[in-house]
């Protein structure tokens, strides 16, 4: 059974930073090598991918809109997986989600394509 966990959300000023954790179990036993990750969703919008990384070669991938403020890292020894997110803008505020599916072959952000979730957590970025 498949289990993911999102935590570390929080209110932070604009400029500042954050860490999210995504905890999986059971992911391995599923796949020979799979992805995690990240999404978004904020008040009103459809959900988005933000980042993601590749299990077997830790192989990174980001959405535009995060490029060089956000940086995707897996513990695997942790089974967890983290999201470093800096220089927050206020439109980076939403609900954060992690999920993970088997590998594609190449990354992407579909949220469609992704097969297990977690919990959100939740972000707002906000003087």
């Known amino acids: 059974d498949v289990q993911l966990q999102a935590s570390g959300g929080g209110l932070v000023p604009p400029g500042g930073s954050l860490r999210l954790s995504c905890l999986t179990s059971?992911?391995?036993?599923?796949?020979?090598?799979?992805?995690i990750g990240w999404f978004r969703q904020a008040p009103g919008r459809e959900r988005e991918g933000v980042s993601c990384?590749?299990?077997?070669?830790?192989?990174?991938y980001y959405a535009d809109s995060v490029k060089g403020r956000f940086t995707i890292s897996s513990d695997n020894a942790k089974n967890t997986v983290y999201l470093q997110m800096n220089s927050l803008k206020p439109e980076d505020t939403a609900i954060y989600y992690c999920a993970t599916s088997k590998w594609f072959g190449a990354p992407k952000l579909k949220p469609l394509l992704y097969d297990s979730w977690g919990q959100g957590t939740l972000v707002t970025v906000s003087s």
């Open positions: 990384i590749r299990h077997s070669d830790a192989n990174e």
């Open positions: 059971g992911v391995s036993y599923d796949y020979d090598d799979y992805v």
